[in-house]
């Protein structure tokens, strides 16, 4: 994975936590974000994991929860 970034504002990898088992972002007054949107690229069955920065999301994405664990069942989009 790599962190990718085109806007100005100032996210480190390394504030990104755990938080049970979802990958949030950590401000420093210690508030928790959770800000993943995925988008279809043009190869079939891959996404893009993107970072909502200025919490507009265009139609071609949708928000997401990311987390740690694997999932019970698989669910096809």
Same mark, same amino acid.
């Given at each position: ?23 949030? #972002? ?24 993107? #970072? ?26």
């Amino acid at each position: 994975m790599q962190f990718v970034t085109k806007d100005t504002i100032d996210y480190s990898d390394n504030d990104f936590i755990v938080f049970g088992s979802l990958i949030t #972002w950590e401000d420093a007054k210690g508030i928790l974000e959770a800000a993943w949107f995925a988008e279809e690229t043009t190869t079939e069955g891959l996404w893009v994991l993107k #970072w909502n920065t200025d919490n507009a999301i265009d139609t071609a994405g949708f928000p997401i929860a990311l987390k740690n664990l694997a999932p019970t069942t698989l669910t096809r989009l």
